[in-house]
């Protein structure tokens, strides 16, 4: 029979492998090199928009169409600059400005078809560049990395984080979720025999 120290010392062993390992994921999960960077700013001025044209489709996109006024505060911009910037998303059909029905002189700022297809675009890149990726790795590799993220999904809603459309993101319960058991041990990869 353990004795009460023996136990403690077990959990606390564990309560530091835990914690290694979280601070592991953590790293190469937020890990942006330099080379990283540039290729997603290139990514994005692939089709020449700046990011506060980005960030103006990001805020339509998540907003829906917005009046200029609420359109600068969200961008954090006068109306003055708002204007500039919509003017110029105007002119390559990037967005369309349209008169309140129940407020003539407000303009309120609309998504075009062509601005929603920039995120539609980048989705796609991103999910071309993690098949390839995918391909890299072992069946066990993959279930271990499915039952992970389905994991983050499930601590997700514990925490009563907003859900957004998305796999990471969708509310229901985990849909064919591989239990550990059913999965054959993967082969683990110490933080050591990844090249940093």
């Known amino acids: 029979m353990e004795t009460a120290l023996r136990v403690e010392a077990r959990d606390d062993a564990t309560s530091q492998r835990r914690a290694t390992i979280g ?10 090199s330099p080379s990283d960077r540039v290729g997603m700013l290139r990514s994005w001025h692939r089709g020449a928009f700046s990011l506060i044209q980005l ?3 990001a805020v339509l996109e998540a907003e829906g169409p917005l009046p200029m006024g609420r359109l600068a505060d969200e961008l954090d911009v006068s109306v003055a600059s708002a204007t500039g ?39 796609a890149r991103r999910r071309e ?19 992970g993220i389905r994991a983050i999904r499930v601590a997700r809603q514990r925490a009563g984080e907003p859900h957004e459309q998305g796999a990471l993101h969708d509310p229901s ?7 550990a058991a059913d999965v054959p041990e993967a082969r683990t990869v110490e933080s050591r025999d990844v090249a940093r």
């Open 55 to 57: 960030n103006v489709v």
């Open 85 to 123: 910037i919509v003017d110029r998303m105007e002119h390559r059909g990037l967005i369309e400005r349209r008169h309140a029905t129940d407020d003539r002189r407000v303009v309120v700022v609309y998504p075009t078809d062509k601005s929603a297809g920039i995120f539609r675009d980048m989705a």
């Open 129 to 147: 560049h993690l098949a390839r990726m995918f391909g890299e790795l072992t069946e066990d590799e993959l279930a271990g990395l499915l039952n």
């Open 173 to 179: 319960p985990v849909p064919g979720a591989v239990a």
């Open 23 to 32: 601070d592991d994921l953590l790293d190469e999960l937020t890990a942006w």
